[in-house]
Structures are given as C-alpha cells and as structure tokens.
C-alpha cells in the first residue's frame, strides 16, 4: 500500500506561483512512477506531468509545459509540482498519483496506468 498527501494548494492571483507537494509512505518510494493529474469542474481528470522512477525523464502537459515543474526527491519520499505563471485555466484540484507496477514505458499518462491517489488540493487562480 501507498499513501500519498497533497499540500500546497491555496488562491493564488493571475501570473503567481504556487508550489504543490506530495508526501508517499508506505511501499518504497523510489521504485515509484509518479504524477500529477488535475480535474476542473466539469472537466474529465487530466494528466499534467509525470516523472521517471529515478527522475530522470518527465513530461509535461501541452498547457502547462514551460510553467509548470515535476520533481522527484527519492530521499524525502516526495514528489514535487512547481507552478509558475499560473492561469484561471489551472484552476483545478490537483491530485497527485503513484505506479507501483513495473514501468517499461517511458511514460505513462493514463488514470488507469496509477495504482494510488492522493486526496487532492484545491488550486483556484484568480483573474
């Protein structure tokens, strides 16, 4: 089992930042795929950005690519979503996800591809 908890989110005006973490406990950490997907009202949940076992290789989100910043601490046990320039299309609640299967791909961008979610935290960017 994997537990994962989000903290970060808040209210944030138009072109600020907020930085999301993701603390995991449970199975060991750095064997673990990670990502963050958001889901907007009305709106299907969608991958943001992903990373690598080892953190070596990531993808971004056409919409969030240069703003957004996935990383992964296999020493903390915590996974890391820096937002920049942020937008009232970000607003979302941001869930953090975890693969504890075995990763052949490079990337995985798929809900059904994550075996664990965190709660998710409200990110709400004002105009």
């Known amino acids: 089992q994997v537990q994962l908890v989000e903290t970060g989110g808040g209210l944030v005006q138009a072109g600020g930042s907020l930085s999301l973490s993701c603390a995991a406990s449970?199975?060991?950490?750095?064997?673990?795929?990670m990502a963050w997907f958001r889901q907007a009202p009305g709106k299907e949940r969608e991958i943001v950005a992903c990373?690598?076992?080892?953190?070596?290789?990531?993808y971004y989100a056409d919409s969030v690519k240069g703003r957004l910043v996935i990383t992964k601490d296999n020493a903390k046990n915590t996974v890391y979503l820096q937002m920049n320039s942020l937008t009232p299309e970000d607003t979302a609640v941001y869930y953090c996800a975890a693969r504890s299967r075995p990763a052949t791909y490079t990337y995985y961008l798929l809900r059904t591809d994550y075996d664990y979610w965190g709660q998710g935290t409200q990110v709400t960017v004002s105009s």
């Open positions: 449970g199975r060991t950490f750095p064997n673990l795929y």
């Open positions: 990373v690598s076992v080892s953190g070596s290789r990531t």
